[in-house]
């Protein structure tokens, strides 16, 4: 218990709020127009707490939005996973522990997933108010251009990204189904042989892609593949091999299994996995990238380094359970 006159570190965090109220930058054009987040910001005010709203527009640099960061005790990312991910890597470059809560407004949202953020507004309340936060790492994807991009999810290139690529113009109608129905759509995926520099140690492979993860959690909560660690300083690169991303399916129950210490995996033959801090990945036919659901508009080649702990984000998670 603490001492008499001792005060909780929620109630020291909710006094910097009242103090130094919070930015919140939210993507107009994300989701489909029923997000909970006015809700949210009501109940900020009410209270006392000062907001700053920026809406994302053009192609303004998000490094701009946040010019003022200092001067507030937290930071709102509203929007899908693209536009977390990129205001967490502008917030980066600041080195600040400023803290962000990924508000859920797009829509696959993997990344408030991971850090199982609640959708009700009097919830997502008392998480900024208790001030509990985690540092995560980032990355940092190199495109051949000399472009950098940042990703708190993963990174890929090819049947990954093409599977994305097609559930574009799905989205609107079916919201998170357009990604099972593209999935569906990758029977026959191209194949490549990739030339990977990892740490420093050069391999070769053959196979529909490269993925390179940093949060563990696909969809309905259930693991990638086993040891994805958000904090370790490290990624978990996957490498898949020849056959088709529905194949993938099988390595989900796989990560299950082993999650949960139900069995060896029955699946591992169609993919490997190992872990690295920086990655550089060659392809001998181009191939489509995507950092966090968005797709570049370059191919292969792409270079990955890790940012550690970067970033502290609001989660309702411990370290155990962010790790996959």
């Not at 939005?65 to 929007?79: N, S």
């Not at 540092?135 to 940092?140: I, K, P, S, T, V």
């Not at 001998?284 to 970033?311: C, N, S, W, Y």
């Amino acid at each position: 218990m603490a001492a008499s006159g001792q005060r909780s570190a929620g109630a020291q965090f909710t006094e910097t709020l009242l103090q130094k109220g919070v930015l919140v930058i939210f993507n107009p054009k994300s989701g489909q127009g029923d997000s909970s987040l006015p809700e949210l910001l009501d109940l900020l005010r009410a209270q006392g707490i000062p907001l700053t709203e920026r809406a994302l527009e053009g192609e303004r640099p998000m490094r701009e939005f946040i010019h003022d960061l200092d001067e507030y005790a937290a930071v709102i990312g509203a929007g899908g996973d693209g536009t977390v991910s990129a205001l967490a890597y502008a917030m980066a470059q600041r080195s600040t522990q400023i803290p962000l809560l990924a508000f859920p407004a797009g829509t696959a949202n993997l990344i408030a997933l991971n850090l199982d953020i609640p959708d009700e507004p009097q919830a997502l309340l008392q998480l900024m108010l208790s001030g509990h936060t985690f540092a995560l790492d980032l990355g940092e994807l190199e495109t051949g251009d000399g472009d950098r991009k940042g990703f708190a999810m993963l990174a890929g290139a090819g049947a990954d990204a093409s599977m994305i690529k097609e559930s574009e113009p799905l989205k609107k109608n079916f919201g998170t189904m357009a990604y099972v129905m593209a999935a569906m759509r990758q029977i026959n995926p191209p194949t490549t042989t990739f030339h990977i520099v990892a740490d420093g140690q050069p391999r070769t492979f053959t196979g529909i892609g490269v993925m390179v993860a940093n949060l563990g959690m696909a969809n309905y909560r259930i693991p990638i593949t086993a040891d994805i660690s958000p904090n370790d300083g490290q990624f978990t690169v996957i490498l898949l091999k020849e056959g088709n991303i529905l194949r993938l399916g099988a390595n989900l129950l796989d990560s299950l299994k082993a999650k949960f210490k139900l069995g060896d995996p029955a699946f591992s033959d169609n993919l490997e996995t190992f872990t690295a801090r920086e990655i550089e990945v060659v392809a001998e036919d181009p191939f489509p990238l995507q950092f966090d659901g968005e797709i570049h508009v370059e191919t292969t080649p792409f270079k990955a380094r890790v940012l550690p702990q970067a970033v502290h984000f609001f989660t309702t998670q411990t370290e155990k359970d962010l790790n996959t």
